[in-house]
């Protein structure tokens, strides 16, 4: 299994906020002189397997695991959650997830969703860095993702035609990783930190510090303190992100009104909304609505069926 999905700032344990020393390696090829492919993904997430992942009511939650290959994920519906030792990082759509070889990550999937990853080589991105980052999705790099579908990441050969293509590919999207947008949350491994960010997840409408404080048994001195010394935000920082989080995975979602978005993450007006969510994106919720449910072409279908080449678009995971 592999896919993108959506990222509702989900609440974890504090005993699960670390990755495990030994995440399961999963492997996408088939043949390993294949340097790079695409796995297209349409349907429910009850269909999909993956080490150590578990079906929830919000979506499948894979186990930690790693790849051999660099990966960026679009996802054409619905948004993405992708965590790592460092924090939460949302991928809504129009957006990409870079996922470096190597790195230990797990993924919140959405019932439902239709994405597009692309594996590379690491030799075909050098400079790949070492934690995700979120990047723009232009409309070249956007229709290029579509169009190597016909050659999925499983296919038993490849072609000069292929390797030319996904070369070019690569270089486009190395040229955007430096260009990223901070849609993260920190984790901590501070126990009184990552229990006042649990509580806070999973009240955002309604939270107070003064409830989390309580909650965690420290005074807002000490918790002040400690939040910002374990993740670099303040609490209100981290309670304000959290909330803009949210309400973007409800924005793309396009299932409530943003009035019903504003008072269901917790924002005291609509007009306060607007004011955080334009500050902190660049855009207001209804212009950021319109942009990630626009249709601006025919989704692709054949990438999600059976690809021209190769066989079947869904090849399981294997892992080793």
Same mark, same amino acid.
Request: proline share 7%; with cysteine; aromatic share 8%.
């Given at each position: 299994?592999?896919?993108?999905?959506?990222?509702?700032?989900?609440?974890?344990? +504090?005993?699960?906020?670390?990755?495990?020393?030994? #995440?399961?390696?999963?492997?996408?090829?088939?043949?390993?002189?294949?340097?790079?492919?695409?796995?297209?993904?349409?349907?429910?997430?009850?269909?999909?397997?993956?080490?150590?992942?578990?079906? +929830?009511?919000?979506? *499948?939650? =894979?186990?930690?695991?790693?790849?051999?290959? /660099?990966? %960026?994920?679009?996802?054409?519906?619905?948004?993405? !959650?992708? $965590? =790592?030792?460092?924090?939460?990082? *949302?991928?809504?759509?129009?957006?990409?997830?870079?996922?470096?070889?190597?790195?230990? /990550?797990? =993924?919140?999937?959405? %019932?439902?969703?239709?994405?597009?990853?692309?594996?590379?080589?690491?030799?075909?991105?050098?400079?790949?860095?070492?934690?995700?980052?979120?990047?723009?999705?232009?409309?070249?790099?956007?229709?290029?993702?579509?169009?190597?579908?016909?050659?999925?990441?499983?296919?038993?050969?490849? &072609? #000069?035609?292929?390797?030319?293509?996904?070369?070019?590919?690569?270089? *486009?999207?190395? $040229?955007?990783?430096? %260009? !990223?947008?901070?849609?993260?949350?920190?984790?901590?491994?501070?126990?009184?930190?990552?229990?006042?960010?649990?509580?806070?997840?999973?009240?955002?409408?309604?939270?107070?510090?003064?409830?989390?404080?309580?909650?965690?048994?420290?005074?807002?001195?000490?918790?002040?303190?400690?939040?910002?010394?374990?993740?670099?935000?303040?609490?209100?920082?981290?309670?304000?992100?959290?909330?803009?989080?949210?309400?973007? &995975?409800?924005?793309? !979602?396009? =299932?409530?009104?943003?009035?019903?978005?504003?008072?269901?993450?917790?924002?005291?007006?609509?007009?306060?909304?607007?004011?955080?969510? &334009?500050?902190?994106?660049?855009?207001? #919720?209804?212009?950021?609505?319109?942009?990630?449910?626009?249709?601006?072409?025919? !989704?692709?279908?054949?990438?999600?069926?059976? #690809?021209? /080449?190769?066989?079947?678009?869904?090849?399981?995971?294997?892992?080793?």
């Amino acid at each position: 299994m592999y896919a993108s999905a959506v990222m509702t700032v989900s609440a974890k344990p +504090a005993r699960d906020l670390s990755r495990p020393d030994s #995440p399961s390696l999963v492997t996408m090829r088939r043949n390993t002189e294949v340097t790079a492919g695409v796995y297209a993904f349409d349907g429910d997430a009850t269909t999909l397997t993956a080490p150590g992942g578990k079906l +929830a009511r919000d979506g *499948l939650r =894979t186990g930690w695991h790693t790849h051999d290959l /660099h990966q %960026i994920d679009y996802a054409f519906h619905g948004t993405m !959650e992708v $965590e =790592t030792s460092a924090g939460r990082y *949302l991928l809504p759509p129009a957006l990409g997830a870079w996922i470096p070889a190597g790195l230990p /990550h797990r =993924t919140r999937i959405a %019932i439902r969703v239709r994405t597009m990853s692309v594996f590379f080589d690491p030799l075909l991105v050098p400079d790949a860095g070492d934690r995700v980052r979120i990047v723009a999705v232009t409309p070249v790099v956007r229709e290029m993702i579509i169009y190597g579908g016909r050659w999925p990441i499983g296919r038993a050969t490849s &072609t #000069p035609a292929a390797d030319g293509y996904f070369r070019t590919l690569a270089a *486009l999207v190395a $040229e955007h990783l430096d %260009i !990223e947008s901070p849609l993260c949350l920190p984790l901590s491994d501070d126990p009184l930190v990552a229990a006042a960010i649990i509580y806070t997840d999973l009240h955002l409408a309604q939270v107070t510090q003064a409830a989390v404080c309580r909650q965690v048994g420290a005074s807002e001195r000490t918790l002040r303190r400690r939040f910002l010394a374990s993740t670099g935000l303040s609490w209100h920082g981290y309670l304000t992100q959290a909330r803009l989080l949210r309400a973007m &995975t409800m924005l793309a !979602e396009a =299932t409530s009104t943003i009035l019903d978005v504003s008072i269901e993450v917790g924002f005291e007006s609509l007009s306060a909304f607007s004011r955080a969510f &334009t500050q902190r994106t660049g855009q207001t #919720p209804s212009a950021y609505r319109d942009r990630v449910t626009a249709r601006r072409r025919p !989704e692709p279908t054949e990438a999600f069926d059976e #690809p021209a /080449h190769g066989g079947p678009g869904r090849p399981a995971y294997r892992s080793q």
